[in-house]
């Protein structure tokens, strides 16, 4: 069904001809394929639904007049700014998808330490301006080709380096919001009219809604602007890199060194985590390299450090009893940047570190303290712009279990997680058959220290329907696991409950019969209510979960 | 190949936005992140390279049609291949490239072209040339006063190529002339093909036309043949990465030297000796085809498989074009040597090197693109403080030319030719 000629060209007079299409190739391009990336709802090979037109608005001014039109015709909308995240796209047919790339503006207030971004500046970009003053983003665990906006005001946004700078909704110090009725909500200090310092006030807060772990993902409106803090870099003002694509290197001076940290069990492993979330040394800290899986971590190593290397490699690299002895010895382990502010805190820093292994019968892996592997190592984990290597090994990943929570949970599951994951790489052939564990993610999931974010990165082919299913069925399975032990959700289900596997949003009535009988269903009734107020045409999708306060139960 | 045998790929790819910008660790500011011309101009995520891999995907499926919007999309690929580095950053099996020049000749063979691809291609079948306008009879007269050897009168071994843009642009020809001039003041033993000489054909690939560029090039390859040429000495980076690269999977084996290696190579040999200063400070653009598509072609044969269930290998392995090692080094060697000149670098350069936005036909097919594309270096060229861009491919350096960045601003453009010309 294309859009009536009127409400085309009342798009068209907001943004100009060459920022609008309904051209069937160009919409089709605007549909997620939940195998080709991560959706959360589990990998399948369906299409989203075709959008009637693409717009590329380029002010706030233009967001909310498309906005307005969205009102005043009952057209749906979604804004979206990398396309990585099923998230950004629409979920019904009679719906227009706003693509945010024009707006990639970045203003840095070095005084402030914060940064103001537009949808499209990802945070490479922001990290590279930041540097130039001597201050640092926050990258979330997704890499540096997400948008900052996003991950601070929709989603999780927390990462490596959460642990000195906290996660992205921490960082968020106000925004300009335009809602899904056409108004232009300004929040925090912002709001009332004092600048970018603070997202709860002088002004409105709108903590709990714009912020948490599970954001409205897009489905209350736009940011069309948003400040996020900044924190000290006491780099090179420039991200200086050596060595040969693809394997970048790290050339930041000696008050940089990555490590990384392995320990003979997991107890002592948790405990040297707690530890560092006492200490407040470390400025990244995440089980990174374990995504390659704990068969495979020490050879993959040794063909992403080596420009000449390549997968085809692997097979005659497995033959080094060498490596094999580096693999077998980061087992439990995980990688920590420390950053010197003087020479005494380098000192001091290192300090910590080896009387925290002392402690906890740790050691540095010795493989990852050659020069090379050092300094790609530094560069992976302080820009995240290898981040895509999740998908070298077969095309596509899902990150399966979620073992996110307190680092001592964490430890009593993931034994008996890796051995369920190990059962489907040895008994179907869906997934890639890495070692059982490929656990990874943040020591910390929060500023100073607290929950660990992890998932268990699980590799299937996106091109083979075989493996799409065989992983949507394991991840079926792990839910079993995840009931078991009422952790909620599998990390690969957490969208489930907000768009359907074919990719079309849930109606009311689907959201209230799932969240009468949900735990804690008043949240659920207010953001009903919060969702009545500013969206009352229920214009941008389900992502907000929802319950009509009728449907309370006992009410 | 057809474009069906790469669903694989177009499925494989994750979305990641690694095809927007130059790759990640690279980036030194927000105004120099990106890296693809066309969906920097068009703005439509269509025009990245993930974009075209989910088109081929709709198209193949049969859900999308060749429209004009989805023609000039698919013709709007510059085939700078910089996509297909940035990708490769975290891919080994995806090759956006390959993929892009295939959706072309996907829509060449469905009739899908631009109305100046029409008229490129009539005057290549009738004039051998990829310049509208252009005699075949004309061709070599850039050539007149210069002894060279007719390789099909007289004995040599080395050809001079010029290509169709030297030879027939009068602002450029000089430019082809002081080149042999420079070779030949240096001892080089001279030749081109005479009436033999015709268009590589490299462009035509570019633009998707891939039945004409194999007829042209095994044209071409049975002539150098026949002269008894070993070793093939061009200015053009279009003209090398044809030779080089994809003749050499045709199966040619004679030496390809872009003039800027030879120079290099005679300089070290001290057989160019530079007497005078030319005080300026200069940046210098690296050709796509001469950079990152500049790299040497390895023959494979063998499969694609998968071990641990579903990881993806080549057996045996497979070359691995990722731009590392292209002619980068010999252009900044001869800028240094000459006295007086200052060398500062842009953001983008090397194998990140943003296009000059002439690629893939554009600057005759879409040029208002084109000159967007060429004002955004010229930019980027002005923010080092450099008195003049340089380069090393006649097409660039007319790109450059009229171009002008957002305020209005041009520069000082010159091909490396010039200032060796000017210091020796």
């Known amino acids: 069904m294309a859009l009536a000629r009127e409400v085309y060209q009342a798009f068209e007079d907001i943004v100009g001809n060459r920022n609008i299409s309904e051209d069937i190739g160009v919409c089709e391009t605007y549909r997620s394929i939940p195998s080709q990336t991560s959706a959360h709802y589990g990998p399948s090979k369906e299409?989203?639904?075709?959008?009637?037109?693409?717009?590329?608005?380029?002010?706030?001014?233009?967001?909310?007049?498309?906005?307005?039109?969205?009102?005043?015709?009952?057209?749906?909308?979604?804004?979206?700014?990398?396309?990585?995240?099923?998230?950004?796209?629409?979920?019904?047919?009679?719906?227009?998808?706003?693509?945010?790339?024009?707006?990639?503006?970045?203003?840095?207030?070095?005084?402030?330490?914060?940064?103001?971004?537009?949808?499209?500046?990802?945070?490479?970009?922001?990290?590279?301006?930041?540097?130039?003053?001597?201050?640092?983003?926050?990258?979330?665990?997704?890499?540096?080709?997400?948008?900052?906006?996003?991950?601070?005001?929709?989603?999780?946004?927390?990462?490596?380096?959460?642990?000195?700078?906290?996660?992205?909704?921490?960082?968020?110090?106000?925004?300009?919001?335009?809602?899904?009725?056409?108004?232009?909500?300004?929040?925090?200090?912002?709001?009332?009219?004092?600048?970018?310092?603070?997202?709860?006030?002088?002004?409105?807060?709108?903590?709990?809604?714009?912020?948490?772990?599970?954001?409205?993902?897009?489905?209350?409106?736009?940011?069309?602007?948003?400040?996020?803090?900044?924190?000290?870099?006491?780099?090179?003002?420039?991200?200086?890199?050596?060595?040969?694509?693809?394997?970048?290197?790290?050339?930041?001076?000696?008050?940089?060194?990555?490590?990384?940290?392995?320990?003979?069990?997991?107890?002592?492993?948790?405990?040297?985590?707690?530890?560092?979330?006492?200490?407040?040394?470390?400025?990244?800290?995440?089980?990174?390299?374990?995504?390659?899986?704990?068969?495979?971590?020490?050879?993959?190593?040794?063909?992403?450090?080596?420009?000449?290397?390549?997968?085809?490699?692997?097979?005659?690299?497995?033959?080094?009893?060498?490596?094999?002895?580096?693999?077998?010895?980061?087992?439990?382990?995980?990688?920590?940047?420390?950053?010197?502010?003087?020479?005494?805190?380098?000192?001091?820093?290192?300090?910590?570190?080896?009387?925290?292994?002392?402690?906890?019968?740790?050691?540095?892996?010795?493989?990852?303290?050659?020069?090379?592997?050092?300094?790609?190592?530094?560069?992976?984990?302080?820009?995240?712009?290898?981040?895509?290597?999740?998908?070298?090994?077969?095309?596509?990943?899902?990150?399966?279990?979620?073992?996110?929570?307190?680092?001592?949970?964490?430890?009593?599951?993931?034994?008996?997680?890796?051995?369920?994951?190990?059962?489907?790489?040895?008994?179907?052939?869906?997934?890639?058959?890495?070692?059982?564990?490929?656990?990874?993610?943040?020591?910390?999931?929060?500023?100073?220290?607290?929950?660990?974010?992890?998932?268990?990165?699980?590799?299937?082919?996106?091109?083979?329907?075989?493996?799409?299913?065989?992983?949507?069925?394991?991840?079926?399975?792990?839910?079993?696991?995840?009931?078991?032990?009422?952790?909620?959700?599998?990390?690969?289900?957490?969208?489930?409950?907000?768009?359907?596997?074919?990719?079309?949003?849930?109606?009311?009535?689907?959201?209230?019969?799932?969240?009468?009988?949900?735990?804690?269903?008043?949240?659920?009734?207010?953001?009903?209510?919060?969702?009545?107020?500013?969206?009352?045409?229920?214009?941008?999708?389900?992502?907000?979960?929802?319950?009509?306060?009728?449907?309370?139960?006992?009410? | 190949m057809a474009l069906q045998d790469l669903r694989p790929m177009m499925e494989r790819c994750s979305s990641c936005s690694g095809c927007k910008f130059i790759p990640f660790e690279k980036i030194q500011s927000v105004r120099f992140a990106e890296n693809c011309p066309s969906i920097g101009y068009y703005n439509f995520h269509t025009y990245a390279a993930r974009g075209r891999f989910q088109l081929s995907q709709s198209v193949l499926d049969g859900r999308t049609e060749l429209t004009e919007t989805v023609t000039e999309a698919i013709h709007s690929c510059t085939s700078c291949g910089l996509c297909d580095v940035t990708c490769k950053i975290t891919r080994y099996n995806l090759e956006p490239l390959a993929h892009n020049l295939e959706q072309k000749a996907y829509a060449v063979e469905k009739g899908a072209v631009l109305p100046a691809q029409k008229t490129i291609m009539e005057t290549l079948a009738k004039e051998n040339s990829m310049i509208p306008g252009t005699k075949k009879k004309n061709r070599t007269d850039w050539a007149k006063d210069l002894n060279l050897k007719d390789l099909f009168k007289e004995k040599g071994e080395i050809a001079f190529f010029a290509g169709c843009k030297y030879s027939y642009d009068e602002k450029l020809q000089k430019t082809a002339q002081d080149a042999v001039r420079i070779l030949q003041h240096a001892g080089v033993d001279l030749g081109y093909l005479g009436a033999a000489d015709n268009c590589c054909t490299g462009r035509a690939k570019q633009m998707g036309y891939f039945k004409e560029f194999d007829k042209g090039a095994n044209t071409n390859i049975k002539a150098f043949e026949k002269a008894g040429v070993k070793t093939i000495v061009t200015p053009c980076s279009d003209c090398y990465n044809s030779f080089k690269r994809q003749y050499a999977e045709l199966g040619m084996e004679v030496e390809v030297l872009h003039v800027v290696e030879y120079i290099e190579r005679l300089i070290l040999e001290g057989k160019i000796k530079f007497s005078k200063s030319v005080p300026m400070t200069v940046t210098y653009h690296d050709p796509c085809h001469l950079g990152r598509q500049g790299e040497k072609f390895e023959a494979w044969e063998g499969i694609d498989k998968k071990i641990f269930n579903q990881i993806h290998i080549y057996e045996p392995r497979k070359p691995r074009y990722n731009g590392i090692d292209g002619v980068y080094d010999a252009p900044r060697n001869i800028l240094k040597a000459i006295p007086g000149v200052n060398l500062v670098e842009m953001e983008r350069i090397r194998e990140y090197s943003w296009c000059c936005g002439a690629g893939g036909g554009c600057s005759q097919t879409l040029p208002e693109y084109s000159a967007w594309t060429a004002g955004e270096r010229i930019a980027e060229a002005n923010s080092t403080g450099a008195d003049a861009l340089v380069t090393a491919c006649p097409w660039c350096k007319d790109n450059f030319t009229d171009a002008e960045d957002e305020d209005g601003n041009k520069m000082e453009v010159l091909d490396i030719i010039d200032l060796v010309h000017k210091a020796i």
Not at chain 1, 176 to 199: A, H, K, M, Q, Y
Request: hydrophobic share 35%.
């Open chain 1, 47 to 555: 299409w989203t639904p075709l959008p009637q037109a693409v717009i590329l608005p380029g002010s706030t001014e233009e967001v909310q007049n498309i906005v307005k039109i969205c009102n005043k015709y009952g057209i749906e909308f979604k804004a979206g700014s990398t396309f990585w995240a099923t998230m950004a796209y629409i979920g019904g047919d009679n719906a227009v998808q706003l693509d945010m790339r024009r707006m990639k503006s970045i203003e840095i207030d070095a005084k402030n330490m914060a940064a103001v971004v537009e949808p499209f500046a990802i945070a490479g970009t922001i990290q590279a301006e930041a540097m130039k003053v001597g201050l640092n983003v926050q990258i979330p665990g997704v890499g540096c080709s997400s948008s900052t906006l996003a991950s601070s005001s929709g989603w999780a946004g927390f990462g490596p380096a959460s642990i000195f700078m906290g996660a992205n909704p921490e960082n968020l110090l106000g925004a300009e919001w335009v809602l899904p009725n056409g108004e232009i909500l300004r929040t925090g200090s912002l709001g009332s009219g004092d600048g970018w310092f603070c997202g709860e006030g002088p002004g409105p807060s709108t903590r709990g809604i714009l912020r948490g772990i599970f954001g409205p993902a897009g489905s209350m409106g736009v940011c069309t602007k948003i400040a996020t803090r900044l924190h000290p870099w006491p780099g090179p003002k420039q991200f200086r890199t050596y060595g040969k694509a693809p394997a970048y290197k790290a050339d930041f001076g000696d008050n940089f060194k990555c490590y990384t940290l392995c320990y003979p069990d997991w107890e002592s492993w948790a405990r040297s985590v707690q530890y560092f979330h006492e200490s407040d040394v470390l400025y990244i800290g995440h089980r990174q390299f374990n995504m390659f899986g704990r068969n495979l971590k020490a050879f993959m190593l040794n063909i992403i450090t080596d420009p000449e290397k390549q997968l085809s490699d692997l097979p005659e690299l497995l033959k080094d009893p060498e490596i094999q002895k580096h693999n077998d010895n980061m087992k439990h382990d995980y990688q920590v940047v420390i950053a010197g502010m003087t020479k005494r805190d380098m000192e001091y820093k290192e300090k910590a570190i080896d009387y925290i292994l002392e402690q906890t019968g740790g050691w540095k892996h010795e493989m990852m303290l050659e020069k090379e592997k050092h300094d790609y190592a530094l560069a992976y984990m302080t820009r995240l712009g290898h981040k895509n290597l999740n998908y070298v090994m077969c095309g596509a990943y899902e990150g399966t279990f979620g073992l996110s929570g307190n680092v001592w949970k964490t430890i009593q599951v993931v034994e008996e997680a890796s051995a369920q994951k190990r059962k489907w790489e040895t008994e179907h052939t869906c997934i890639a058959a890495t070692g059982g564990d490929s656990a990874m993610g943040g020591v910390s999931s929060l500023g100073g220290g607290g929950a660990t974010g992890w998932e268990f990165f699980t590799n299937f082919d996106s091109y083979e329907l075989e493996s799409v299913q065989g992983t949507s069925d394991m991840v079926d399975e792990n839910q079993a696991f995840h009931n078991k032990y009422a952790f909620g959700p599998d990390f690969c289900r957490w969208n489930s409950d907000v768009r359907h596997v074919n990719g079309y949003s849930y109606t009311q009535e689907e959201h209230d019969e799932m969240f009468a009988k949900a735990p804690q269903p008043w949240i659920y009734a207010y953001q009903y209510k919060i969702r009545e107020a500013v969206n009352p045409n229920h214009l941008c999708g389900s992502y907000l979960r929802t319950l009509s306060p009728g449907k309370l139960e006992g009410k």
